[in-house]
């Protein structure tokens, strides 16, 4: 069947993850054409992946029926209406907006034109993520009674960033918060705590490691951790424990070699995300195309992004508060 050509919109780091999952890995989409305000970076973009680059995202979505938004935070919104109204259809990196009735309107628009969107939570896509959801479904679980996942990132982003980052629970634990609904269910009361190790994060009103608690709908609990400086390597781990059994997804290693020595067995540690979930980032854009060419549902709505968005607005304001905050369901 005829694969399904993406135009990229924003090609800073996530982008050029996406570009080359577009190019070299995904099997219904395609790279149609890239697009980055800076000309330099779309030029060697488009000649590195032979395909037609440019510097206005109107002759980007004039050129194809859907684009993947991975341009800077503040641009997603607008850039995503935009697309939207022309009957693009669109992918776009979480989050939405760091802004709730920003990311309300942006839902309502594309709801209006009626066109596919999905929303860039990876983990979802996951071959073993994905795999333990299916057989959690499946009942293989039985009830869920505690879910704990941790999220670590080997050393932090440059203090730059964090300014538009929209603060360490919308940019970091938003994640877990994602796969905590998906896999458990909904969340009726979040409690945070945080600290900020490096005296940079503390300067900017954040933090750098946190520990949230979750109290579920059905009665489960959940325990997240999550740290931008684990110094050791990147980290991304989940367990669901059931009545019936318990999943758990580890950390893979980068490669199957194992080094040893006198009383010391070593594998290399994954040292980013990038180099966790190459295959992640492809099998979403395959579900994305796979929407558009199929009908097929998103694995990841606007609406599970506003929810996961929500999660970390309360788990803020529990931190910030010393207090539990309860969550309802927002429509």
């Known amino acids: 069947m005829s694969r399904v050509g993406i135009g990229l919109a924003g090609l800073g780091r996530m982008g050029r993850i996406h570009a080359a999952a577009l190019a070299g890995r995904c099997s219904v989409a395609s790279l149609a054409c890239v697009y980055d305000a800076n000309p330099d970076a779309a030029q060697a973009a488009g000649a590195e992946f032979d395909v037609p680059w440019t510097t206005s995202y109107e002759e980007l979505i004039d050129r194809v029926g859907a684009v993947a938004i991975a341009s800077p935070t503040g641009t997603h919104a607008p850039l995503t209406v935009q697309a939207a109204a022309a009957g693009r259809h669109v992918f776009c990196e979480k989050p939405i907006s760091l802004d709730r009735a920003t990311t309300v309107a942006v839902l309502d628009a594309v709801d209006a034109a009626g066109v596919v969107f999905q929303v860039g939570f990876h983990r979802r896509s996951d071959p073993d993520w994905a795999a333990a959801a299916a057989r959690i479904r499946a009942g293989e679980l039985g009830e869920v009674t505690l879910f704990r996942t941790s999220l670590r990132d080997m050393t932090p982003p440059n203090p730059a960033f964090l300014s538009g ?21 909904e969340v009726v009361e979040v409690s945070a705590h945080g600290a900020a190790s490096d005296p940079a994060f503390a300067e900017l009103g954040d933090i750098d490691t946190a520990v949230t608690v979750l109290r579920f709908a059905n009665g489960a609990l ?3 951790d999550n740290s931008r400086s684990a110094r050791y390597g990147y980290e991304c781990s989940t367990e669901v424990m059931g009545t019936l059994a318990t999943a758990r997804i580890d950390a893979p290693h980068v490669r199957g070699v194992e080094w040893r020595t006198p009383g010391l067995a070593s594998r290399e540690l994954a040292r980013d995300f990038e180099e966790r979930y190459p295959w992640a980032y492809a099998a979403e854009l395959d579900a994305f195309a796979r929407a558009v ?10 609406r599970d992004a506003l929810a996961a968005f929500d999660l970390a607005l309360a788990a803020d304001e529990s931190w910030r508060t010393g207090q539990p905050v309860s969550v309802k369901e927002n429509p």
Do not use: K
């Open 165 to 185: 980052s929209g603060g360490f629970f919308l940019d970091v634990v938003v994640h877990d918060l994602d796969v905590a609904r998906w896999l458990v269910g």
């Open 222 to 224: 959940g325990v997240i």
């Open 293 to 302: 060419r199929d009908g097929t549902p998103p694995p990841v709505t606007g």
